[in-house]
């Protein structure tokens, strides 16, 4: 079936610098896309969305990118702080689902001093 | 105004047992959905409540059932545990399907 996936399990990045997690879907009728932060213990927590109809979408020191020629997604952050260490996960929504997320299965990534 | 709130927090069961967990929507938000994360891998979707009635459902047993009240809580029931439900149990809320609000989760095993 129709899935959304990352390419990467684990991310180590050092404090300062810039991360960048890669999410790969293969559902082409995703109408948009959105990126979840869980930290241990807590629940998804929204970073940000992006329309199937947009290439790059910004936030506070995040930025998504999408790529439909390669059904390819990625988030950077910025200057990466010890708070970032979570594990990250992408999801597709279609608009006609109510808001069903079909999740892939996360990055962890872990900031390093 | 409190965010979504699950209860209980964690939670031992024994095979073959039933359990029902229980989930808060944020104010004002009539729409609820459950997600079970096992280990190690992304949240999968079980089902949605909407106007008290389940409107969607994803790819799980029929040992999974819902309810939501009036005041738009809800509770999932799971029937006859087997070792495979031990997961991490999500709840979001939402009032429009682009924002929704997960709560902490309830933390099942089962031995």
């Known amino acids: 079936g129709e899935s959304v996936g990352l390419h990467l399990p684990t991310l180590s990045v050092q404090e300062g610098d810039n991360s960048i997690i890669n999410c790969a879907y293969s559902n082409s009728a995703s109408d948009y896309f959105i990126w979840y932060k869980q930290e241990s213990g807590k629940g998804p927590q929204f970073i940000i969305d992006?329309?199937?109809?947009?290439d790059k979408r910004q936030g506070q020191r995040v930025t998504v990118l999408l790529n439909k020629t390669v059904k390819h997604l990625s988030l950077q952050i910025a200057a990466t702080q010890p708070g970032d260490s979570a594990v990250y996960f992408c999801?597709?929504?279609?608009?006609?689902?109510?808001?069903?997320?079909?999740f892939g299965a996360g990055t962890q990534v872990v900031v390093t001093p | 105004d409190a965010g979504v709130t699950q209860s209980p927090t964690h939670l031992i069961k024994t095979r073959g047992q039933q359990v029902t967990l229980r989930c808060s929507p944020k104010?004002?938000?009539?729409?609820v959905s459950w997600y079970q994360q096992a280990l190690g891998q992304g949240p999968q979707f079980i089902f949605q409540y909407y106007e008290e009635e389940e409107r969607q459902r994803g790819n799980f047993p029929d040992r999974f059932s819902g309810h939501q009240f009036p005041n738009y809580s809800s509770e999932l029931n799971v029937n006859a545990l087997w070792l495979g439900d031990s997961a991490l149990y999500l709840c979001?809320?939402?009032?429009?399907?682009?924002?929704?609000?997960f709560g902490p989760g309830t933390r099942l095993t089962v031995l």
């Open positions: 999801a597709e929504v279609k608009l006609d689902s109510w808001g069903k997320l079909q």
């Open positions: 992006i329309r199937s109809n947009m």
């Open positions: 104010s004002g938000h009539d729409t």
């Open positions: 979001a809320s939402s009032l429009d399907p682009d924002t929704q609000y």
